[in-house]
């Protein structure tokens, strides 16, 4: 995912729309910190994009040294904490 900061979006909003619709996903960011999130909305609007972590999860279930990982160890390393 491309990152833009609102000020490039203010100047230059055609290109970043450009880039959506071609399929891209941005994140707008104002003084360093994300605060939206711009992606396409494709045929169906309720598809799951592309880069959104469940689609990785088969990457965690392989046995480590101390056998597989337990849900709670996906779930943090997919979403943080």
């Known amino acids: 995912m491309k990152t833009m ?7 230059d909003a055609r290109r970043a729309l ?3 619709r ?6 707008l960011t104002y003084r360093g910190k994300p605060v939206a ?7 169906d609007a309720s598809g799951v994009p592309e ?3 469940l689609l990785r999860v088969d990457d ?14 996906i779930d943090r ?5």
């Open 5 to 11: 900061t609102m000020l490039e979006f203010r100047r």
């Open 18 to 20: 450009e880039a959506v």
């Open 22 to 27: 071609r399929g891209e996903r941005l994140l």
């Open 37 to 43: 999130r711009l992606e396409p909305v494709g045929d």
């Open 51 to 53: 880069d959104d972590p």
């Open 60 to 73: 965690f279930a392989v046995d480590g040294p101390g056998g597989p990982l337990a849900n709670e160890e």
């Open 77 to 81: 390393l997919l979403y943080g904490g």
